[in-house]
């Protein structure tokens, strides 16, 4: 059995949820979940709670509450609320198509916040048309207008130092970006990191 099974999903939302899950309907649970991270599993051997075999992008999300953590497939996106519809749509094409960037070179180093690649994005991309829902959510958010251009600050891929992967990208070259999305709890404030996943040159 590899179909969906939306009734199978919401039961595992109910079991890692609240009381007040337990009699709720199905839109007031699914409302509960907020977005946490993207992977590309390499391969396509997850199983999404609701039953669908073969899964290879997996979004995470997070119960406001309970603080419990699950993922989905891209075909339970449809499950939840408007908002965290859009922002799941976005990262799901972010890391399986990823954006066009144009690199411009490293961020200023702020004390606090660490230096990152700035690429330059298509105004028509989910990034930029979707802003407003995750700057509700999420600030920082690392896509910016900034000199008439839309800036995207991303993190190489893993742990590795900014000054090392530099050295295989050149300025004004154009790239396209395969990035993961994560979010990332600080004391007062709930931002979104991107993480690269892959870079792949693209003719100019
Ligand atoms: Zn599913």
């Known amino acids: 059995m590899t179909n969906r099974n939306p009734g199978k999903l919401m039961a595992h939302l109910r079991k890692l949820g609240d009381e007040v899950d337990m009699n709720s309907g ?84 702020v004390e606090g916040s660490p230096t990152k690649l700035e690429f330059k994005i298509s105004a028509h991309h989910g990034l930029v048309q979707n802003i407003d829902d995750f700057r509700e959510c999420f600030n920082p958010f690392p896509v910016a207008h900034l000199d008439n251009k839309w800036i995207c600050q991303v993190f190489p891929p893993g742990r590795e130092s900014v000054y090392d992967y530099i050295e295989q990208l050149n300025i004004e070259q154009q790239y396209n970006l395969k990035l993961e999305l994560s979010r990332s709890d600080q004391d007062d404030q709930t931002g979104i990191s991107l993480y690269i996943t892959e870079c792949e040159e693209l003719p100019n």
């Open 26 to 109: 199905n839109s007031d649970v699914a409302m509960k979940w907020q977005f946490r991270t993207t992977k590309d599993n390499g391969a396509a051997t997850e199983e999404c709670p609701c039953g669908k075999q073969r899964i290879r992008y997996l979004m995470f999300i997070r119960h406001k509450n309970t603080r419990n953590t699950t993922f989905v497939g891209s075909g339970c996106i449809k499950m939840f609320e408007e908002r965290l519809q859009n922002m799941m749509k976005v990262a799901h094409a972010l890391i399986v198509r990823g954006v066009r960037g144009t690199f411009l070179g490293l961020t200023d180093e």
